[in-house]
């Protein structure tokens, strides 16, 4: 099951969108639909309301008085705090519902506006956000809704900043165009990536790669991306994974690197790693099967650089995640090797230039085995005595997450 998280600001669009992705095959859940259903008469949501905001919150049928109430709580952010403290675990308990009925290979859409307010992102294969900016936010509510400008405004004030809601999204859907503009991006979107998303999820296969090495120029916007999968990793199998580190090149800043996003997840012990590989794939992350260790770079024991390797099944959003014993040589090299070119500028250039070599002898492969492969000598004989030096002058130490079982090796 695939699931979506869809947010936008008040008037961006979203239900337009929510809609279009209910008719293309979508299983929607609304969270505005559901808020008002947990509020009806006779229900414990709706005296929990009256309970605190008294019975003139009730219009003459014994209703919510919708209007009423949104004077109230979109001016006073303590109001709105208590509404939302009775609403929000009612409706979370619907939506439970409606998702635990849908097909195990269903693209499951949840509709929640304040989904970047109730910190909700990582909880979700992917985050959409419907984006227009303010101006013609609030246009759309004096023109189309009738709200005044003071109205709108504090409706606006009232939910995450948009700057917030971007640093949240994976995809960010424009809505500052026309409707067929719209509604087209999100068919685009559907047939791209999030059909092929669920289906790479529900046969547990990581999605397809193939072509030559491309470096391309460094993206400001990897550590945020890597951060927010970061994030789901951690909620995926909360018991199991001591930390999530950006590594590689990608978590270097200026330099060149292939679009993809390394991460390694550090674990007690491989026992631990195997335990939770189906919940990282329940997440997005199948096993990728065959790949049961690292290169020693010219090390003993190569018995020691055991992992687990993992990759997104999201086609759109390469990923290799290793999972690595904290403490083993490996999950040290990684990180010390980061932190080497994140801290000498020559060693940088470097790595750099020899990764321009290789991907320019590469340049008509048909994948990036043979580049990644060539790599290795110049690990073993410039990469790791280099870091090593530096890592010695340095005082360079491991992260302080280590525990007592790190050096346990194996197990």
């Given amino acids: 099951m695939l699931k979506i998280g869809l947010t936008g600001g008040i008037a961006s669009g979203k239900s337009l969108v929510a809609t279009r992705l209910e008719e293309l095959g979508a299983v929607l859940v609304d969270a505005d639909a559901i808020a008002r259903e947990v509020v009806e008469p ?9 309970e605190a905001f008294g019975p003139d919150i009730l ?3 014994g209703r919510l008085d919708r209007p009423r109430l949104g004077a109230i709580v979109f001016q006073e952010p303590e109001q709105r705090a208590v509404l939302n403290g009775i609403v929000h675990p009612l409706v979370r308990e619907r939506a439970a519902a409606v998702i635990a009925a849908a097909p195990g290979d269903a693209v499951v859409v949840q509709d929640i506006p304040l989904l970047v307010e109730t910190g ?16 013609v936010r609030l246009q759309r509510m004096t023109g189309h809704r009738g709200m005044t400008e003071a109205d709108a405004r504090a409706r606006m004030a009232a939910q995450a900043s948009r700057q917030d809601r971007l640093a949240a999204a994976d995809v ?11 509604l087209a991006a ?6 791209g990536r999030l059909v092929p998303f669920a289906r790479n ?18 993206n400001l916007d990897w550590p945020r991306q890597a951060a927010c999968l970061a994030e789901r990793l951690k909620a995926a199998a909360p018991e199991g994974v001591l930390a999530v580190d950006h590594i590689g090149s990608t978590s270097v800043a200026g330099l060149r690197a292939k679009d993809v996003i390394d991460l390694q997840l550090a674990v007690a012990d491989l026992a631990t790693a195997d ?5 990282l794939g329940a997440a997005g992350f199948p096993l990728w099967p065959g790949v049961l260790m690292d290169s020693p770079h010219g090390r003993f024991d190569p018995a020691a650089w055991s992992k687990r390797l993992h990759g997104n099944a999201d086609p759109a959003r390469p990923v290799n995640l290793h999972v690595r014993v904290a403490g083993s040589p490996g999950w040290r090299f990684a990180l010390c090797f980061r932190d080497w070119l994140r801290a000498d500028p020559a060693a940088r250039g470097e790595y750099a230039a020899e990764k321009r070599r290789l991907a320019a002898l590469h340049a008509s492969d048909a994948n990036t085995s043979g580049y990644a492969d060539d790599k290795e000598a110049w690990f073993r004989d410039v990469g790791a005595p280099g870091m090593e030096r530096w890592a010695e002058s340095s005082g360079w130490q491991p992260p302080s997450y280590v525990s007592s079982s790190a050096n346990a090796g194996q197990r």
Avoid at 172 to 182: F, I, S, Y
Avoid at 275 to 279: E, F, G, N, Q, W
Wanted: proline share 9%.
């Fill in 42 to 50: 006779g229900t414990p949501g709706l005296a929990a309301v009256v």
């Fill in 59 to 61: 219009d003459g049928e």
């Fill in 120 to 135: 909700q992102q990582k909880n979700f294969h992917l985050v959409l956000v419907v984006d227009a900016p303010e101006d």
């Fill in 172 to 182: 960010v859907l424009p809505n500052a165009g026309t409707r067929q503009e719209l």
């Fill in 186 to 191: 999100v068919d685009r979107l559907w047939d």
């Fill in 201 to 218: 999820i529900s046969q547990a296969a990581v999605a397809g790669r193939s072509g030559a090495p491309l470096l391309v120029a460094p």
């Fill in 275 to 279: 335990r939770i590989a189906p919940l």
